[in-house]
C-alpha cells in the first residue's frame, strides 16, 4: 500500500464550477498536511497546509482533514484556467523532517 | 532575497561521468532536501539535512552523496552516472514555526544521462 494516495486523473473541470481532489495516507501518525500545486515544468509551490481536523479556507481554496478516516482534500471553488496543475499532497508526523509525497492528481479546467 | 537557486538547470551526461548539483538557500533555513521526480511520479526524497554538518538519507540514495558544511548550501553529487538517473532535481529548504512547517523548492535541475 503507498503511503500517500492520490487519483492521478486527469480530472477535468469546467471553469467556474468547484474541483475537488482528494488524498488519503496510511501513517496514522501523520500530523501535518500540505497541498503543492506544480505547473508543467515548473517546481511544487505550496498552497495549503492542514494541521487539525476540519476544515481551512485561504481565498477559492479550501482544505478538509478527517484523521480518523485519513484523507485529506482540496476544494477548488470558481475554478480558472489558471488553476490547471498537478496538485501534489504531502504529509508527515510528528518530529519527523521529511514529507512524503502522493503522486499527484492532474487537473485541467475547461474554459 | 532569492530564496533557494539551483544551479545548473539543465544538463546532459554520458554514462559514467560525475557531476554536482548545487543548491543554495538564504532564507537561514536549517533543514534542506533533494527530490528527484520522474516523468508523472511524485517526488522522491534522496537525501536531507536538518542542520550544517548533518546528513541522512532519503527512500532513493543509491548512486548519490551529499554534503552539508554551511547552512546555506546542500549539493548533490552523481558520481557514476546511469540512465536511470535521467530526471528532474529538486532541492528544498525549510523551516518550523509554532510546530507548522513550511517547505520551499528550487526551479529544478534538468538531467539526461545517455
Known amino acids: 500500500q503507498k503511503e500517500v494516495e492520490q487519483n492521478s486523473g486527469p480530472l477535468s473541470v469546467p471553469e467556474g464550477a468547484i474541483a475537488s481532489l482528494n488524498c488519503t495516507y496510511s501513517d496514522r501518525g501523520s500530523q501535518s498536511f500540505f497541498w503543492y500545486r506544480q505547473y508543467s515544468g515548473k517546481s511544487p509551490e505550496l498552497i495549503m497546509s492542514i494541521y487539525s481536523n476540519g476544515d481551512k479556507e485561504d481565498g477559492r481554496f479550501t482544505a478538509q482533514l478527517n484523521k480518523a478516516s485519513q484523507y485529506v482534500s482540496l476544494l477548488i471553488r470558481d475554478s480558472q484556467p489558471s488553476d490547471s496543475a498537478t496538485y501534489l499532497c504531502a504529509v508527515n508526523a510528528v518530529g519527523n523532517e521529511k514529507l512524503t509525497f502522493g503522486t499527484g492528481t492532474r487537473l485541467t479546467i475547461i474554459p | 532575497n532569492a530564496g533557494v537557486t539551483q544551479t545548473p538547470k539543465f544538463r546532459i551526461l554520458k554514462i559514467g561521468q560525475s557531476m554536482t548539483l548545487q543548491c543554495t538557500q538564504d532564507?537561514?533555513?536549517?533543514?534542506m532536501y533533494w527530490y528527484r521526480q520522474d516523468p508523472g511520479m511524485g517526488l522522491k526524497l534522496i537525501y536531507y539535512?536538518?542542520?550544517?554538518?548533518?546528513?541522512d538519507k532519503g527512500e532513493v540514495p543509491n548512486g548519490y552523496n551529499v554534503s552539508r558544511s554551511t547552512t546555506e548550501d546542500f549539493p548533490l553529487r552523481l558520481e557514476l552516472a546511469a540512465p536511470s538517473q535521467t530526471s528532474v532535481y529538486f532541492c528544498?529548504?525549510?523551516?518550523?514555526?509554532?510546530?507548522?512547517?513550511?517547505?520551499?523548492f528550487g526551479p529544478g535541475t534538468r538531467l539526461l544521462v545517455l
Open positions: 532564507m537561514n533555513h536549517n533543514y
Open positions: 528544498a529548504s525549510s523551516y518550523i514555526a509554532g510546530g507548522q512547517e513550511t517547505q520551499y
Open positions: 539535512s536538518v542542520g550544517a554538518g548533518i546528513t
